[in-house]
């Protein structure tokens, strides 16, 4: 997949993001959220135990103490907090996270993710996925629309293991966004010039669109 | 009390078939030195639950590279893939829990909780065999709290009674880690005097915190480093 | 977006019949402030989960006199007489939990936990009608997680994102209080440019506080009094 | 009853506690122990959140926000720590506090406690009575022999409501100190003039007694 593409996932996602809104970003694409902000100030939590968290620190300043989930070195931000894990995940869990911003294996045409697991090969991490999942006030998935072996990530059923039941809102691929509302995938955007035919053949979710989008 | 130990005491707390409670997060807030001891021991089928397993060849993974460990408890083990060929060589027992189920988990050890209802989970593989239950219309899965019979945290300062601070998000785990098993040793960055730390950032009461050992790591450009 | 109030405006967060969560432990850590604000509105047949009910005219007293209050749940109130008298008269329903138990269940309510399974009470009237389960060989109840509309909690310090640190035993159970309710207003003593508070020692992050109110009392031989 | 009786109470209870434990005194007689440990350093915790309690302070350094469980003015000792009624009682309910010193309403001779209600009358208060009984390791009952009308309150069985179902380890009265081992009533020490008849006619727990205790 093409840098260029990511990118453009992470810059649409922006602009459903609101200034000064608390968000968790999960590994992937979502990483690369913070370098297109532009004016608009989020707070970053970081599972590890940290609200608040601020870019890569030169390297005289790096501290592998202060460091974000995937376990890079961060600062801290002017009004950051410290926690444990524990409460990080009360935080989480609790529904005080307003949106995360997910990348996922699969999302299924009703918003269930599989982000954790791939069937036949060894299961052996989930780490924070779970509970961003179960807790976030808002989900967002940011993924390309098909799989390196060219396979729709946005399927009809998931055939990867499901993170939980709970449903995602949004999810922004290169081509397109989608929204899930009452168990139903509704085309809300297309971000790139194919047309909504092509659009279809390779999306394997069933989704729902009207005029407006597709000759927009 | 004296809870000052040299970092070749502690080690007759700990005995085979042990259950250890081990702070961090990767290899931060890691009790490195502690690790360093069990390594060296000739201690066998501990069971570990931690975060992860460290990497290969470093914190907790010395401990898996030693065959010190038969099982695993924990929520991330992919980043260190000595532990997942263990685990295919059929040599290490994994069990996987959410990350925010394993933090609750310890706390709920530590604090007379037996378990607690979590919306984390529900639905997944990872729920399979558990009690789900519907509260105020919403489904939890029931689970189970944790308890250790040796605890190896990682803070960064102690006082002489055993109240300790952390570094940064050195943090993680580490505090539910000391409340959680019979006997709690805690390696420190600096030992100061009693008073010097602030009864208000105190983050681990020293009730929970049976013994200290100063580290024998040092840190250079932010990462710790063996200083003998 | 700005979180601080003047103490007449965050009444619009209230509603008749809402269920408030309120810290304090007796008049140690109380929101005197909101108090008094309720108690001056038309405000009427509200539940309010409280360790207490404060003093006989004092603190959550004064919502009782004031006839605010249909119900209170909490541990202590026979240092209200006035408590006593009105469940007596039938004025007043009271739910009463073990203090620690109180505090568990509203920090579940926080914490996306459906409910506990505590050591607290087993065999005791107040855990009559509550599920008895046996863990590893020990009997547990099961307590549910208590959630509120709005939570008013009194903190000494603030910045202005809301994060909050308090005065010594004045923290009991504003922290946990802080985190399960839809709405949460802080009143505190001082309010503090952002960046002056130790990332190390806040204990109430700013997620957790939607608004800021100016307490009206001060401070004056270790007891608060009106101000105005 | 003297205060004479309950300072011997309170000075007998000091003889069973060590140098540093983590010890949560209770209303009434326990609150007599700080004045009579003499050289000996307890930790004392206060369930509203504080780890090393000291003594009143003098009236210009009264905080109300720094209390005791009792709701009096205290001051920190040197390596004091301060956290939320929610730690406060993990400490308590995870059996990190050495010793609780309670009083009671009565105390059978299995070792179960009733201390938070009587019967009949309004049942408003237990604040944290039931989570001590249920947490702490060891528990020493503080108690008069007998009720100010003159009932015994060490019993066959509790006729006021249980505090839980947690047994204490010693109980001290004015005249006897007596364990509880197995769910039997032992006497371990007779602490006054009393004449062993004398002792178990006004004690209504059956207990177990020897000669070397009887005729010391």
Same mark, same amino acid.
């Given at each position: 997949m093409h840098q260029i593409d990511r990118i453009k996932i992470a810059k649409r996602i922006v602009q459903e993001l609101k200034q000064g809104q608390v968000v968790n970003l999960g590994v992937?694409?979502?990483?690369?959220i913070p370098d297109y902000l532009g004016e608009k100030k989020l707070v970053l939590q970081s599972e590890n135990g940290l609200l608040g968290m601020g870019p890569t620190p030169s390297a005289e300043k790096v501290n592998m103490d202060l460091i974000s989930a995937s376990k890079a070195p961060i600062t801290m931000e002017i009004g950051a907090s410290l926690f444990d894990s524990s409460n990080s995940f009360a935080m989480i869990r609790g529904g005080h996270i307003d949106v995360a911003v997910l990348g996922v294996l699969q999302v299924d045409q009703t918003g269930e993710i599989a982000n954790w697991a791939v069937p &036949?090969?060894?299961?052996l991490g989930v780490g924070g996925a779970m509970d961003l999942v179960a807790g976030a006030n808002k989900i967002i998935v940011a993924t390309v629309h098909s799989s390196k072996n060219g396979e729709p990530k946005l399927v009809k059923e998931l055939t990867f293991p499901s993170s939980g039941n709970r449903k995602a809102d949004l999810v922004v691929s290169e081509h397109a966004v989608f929204k899930f509302e009452d168990g139903t995938m509704k085309l809300v955007?297309?971000?790139?010039?194919?047309r909504i035919e092509e659009l279809i053949e390779i999306t394997g979710a069933d989704f729902e669109y009207n005029s407006e989008i597709t000759n927009a | 009390m004296e809870k000052l130990l040299e970092k070749e005491e502690f080690i007759k707390f700990v005995k085979d078939g042990d259950k250890l409670l081990v702070g961090g997060f990767g290899m931060s807030g890691t009790p490195l030195t502690l690790i360093d001891e069990i390594a060296a021991?000739?201690?066998?089928n501990l069971t570990v639950v931690s975060n992860n397993l460290g990497e290969p060849g470093k914190g907790l993974g010395i401990l898996l590279n030693e065959k010190k460990l038969n099982k695993a408890i924990g929520s991330y083990f992919t980043t260190n893939r000595d532990a997942v060929q263990a685990w295919v060589d059929g040599e290490l027992e994994i069990e996987l829990i959410p990350q925010g189920t394993l933090a609750e988990a310890v706390r709920c050890g530590g604090a007379g909780i037996g378990g607690f209802y979590t919306k984390? =989970?529900? &639905?997944?593989?990872? =729920?399979?065999g558990k009690e789900v239950r519907v509260i105020e219309g919403e489904r939890f899965i029931l689970e189970k709290a944790i308890k250790g019979d040796v605890s190896l945290i990682k803070a960064h300062k102690a006082d002489h009674l055993g109240n300790l601070v952390y570094d940064h998000t050195g943090r993680n785990f580490n505090p539910v880690m000391a409340t959680a098993s019979k006997v709690v040793i805690a390696e420190v960055d600096e030992i100061v005097k009693n008073g010097e730390l602030n009864p208000s950032e105190i983050v681990t009461p020293h009730v929970y915190v049976d013994y200290i050992v100063k580290s024998h790591y040092v840190k250079k450009a932010g990462v710790f480093v063996a200083s003998d």
């Open positions: 992937g694409i979502p990483t690369l &036949g090969q060894t299961i955007e297309i971000l790139s010039d194919i | 021991s000739s201690l066998k984390t =989970a529900v &639905g997944t593989k990872l =729920a399979e």
